[in-house]
């Protein structure tokens, strides 16, 4: 029986210990409430009902992102094909056999058994899904099922806490993912996923003064005859008049 359910004469009770971390908010005590029923089950279902509740109150702050929960593990899943990829290439394509046996036992033999492994495992499929799905819909994880989760966690870097929301949230993203990669390590033919090319940016025009290669030009004028001595000192008192008027300004700004 649950420990927060009480029973007093024939009506069941709920009595919760506020967190300690609460009291600093005036929470602090016991949660005591009737559950207006003298029926066990229906007094575990709503005292249930009531802790979720309770518990999703009090760890809201705390709860993951779901975008950044389910970025993670889908990081996971990716990480994990990918070793399998490695691990094919490795074999030569075959999935549940080691170099050194399929080298013993010959190249087509191998493939053969490996085959049915394969088989087996896309027949057992169905059942592996079905156990999932019970977890996920009110069973407990076995023994296998919790290392994996704990071994997913600790690969991911997330620190799960069975007994909060917030642990519980990450046990069941991390199954929805198990059940995924399940699917994804069966194709032995993995999709490469489609890259958006970057679009190439025209650079931006040199942030030189308009006048910094006055000299440059000058030069080319009296080196090509354009210009007599004359003519460049001339020229030399309207690039000052343009200097005041616009004091350092540059190519960019002058063409906008």
């Given amino acids: 029986m649950p420990t927060y359910l009480r029973r007093r004469g024939h009506t069941w009770f709920l009595r919760w210990k506020w967190p300690s971390r609460l009291a600093a908010f005036g929470f602090s005590g016991e949660l005591v409430r ?13 005292a ?47 999935d549940f056999l080691e170099p050194h046996e399929i080298e013993k036992m010959g190249r087509e033999d191998a493939r053969e058994l490996d085959g049915l492994f394969r088989y087996a495992s896309n027949m057992f499929a169905p059942q592996q899904k ?28 997330i620190t799960k806490d069975p007994g909060t929301v917030a642990g519980r949230l990450v046990e069941r993203t991390i199954l929805r993912g198990y059940a995924t990669l399940l699917d994804e390590l069966r194709h032995p033919i993995t999709e490469i996923p489609r890259v958006s090319p970057t679009e190439e940016k025209t650079a931006p025009p040199a942030a030189f003064i ?25 020229a030399e008192g309207t690039k000052n008049i343009f200097d005041k008027l616009f004091p350092a300004v540059t190519v ?3 063409a906008e």
Avoid at 130 to 157: C, F, K, N, W, Y
């Fill in 48 to 94: 249930l009902t009531l802790v979720l509740q309770i518990e999703t109150m009090t760890v809201a702050n705390q709860l993951p992102k779901r975008a950044e929960l389910e970025s993670a593990i889908r990081h996971w899943i990716d990480d994990s094909v990918w070793r399998q990829e490695i691990r094919r290439a490795e074999t030569g394509g075959l």
């Fill in 130 to 157: 079905a156990v999932i799905g019970r977890m996920l819909t009110g069973g407990t994880p076995d023994e296998l099922h919790r290392s994996i989760i704990t071994a997913a966690a600790r690969q991911i870097g």
């Fill in 252 to 254: 960019s700004q002058f």
């Fill in 210 to 234: 308009f006048t910094e290669f006055w000299r440059a030009f000058e030069r080319h004028k009296l080196d090509n005859r354009e210009w007599k001595a004359d003519t460049a000192s001339n």
């Fill in 34 to 46: 009737s559950l207006l029923t003298s029926d066990f089950r229906i007094a575990r279902r709503r």
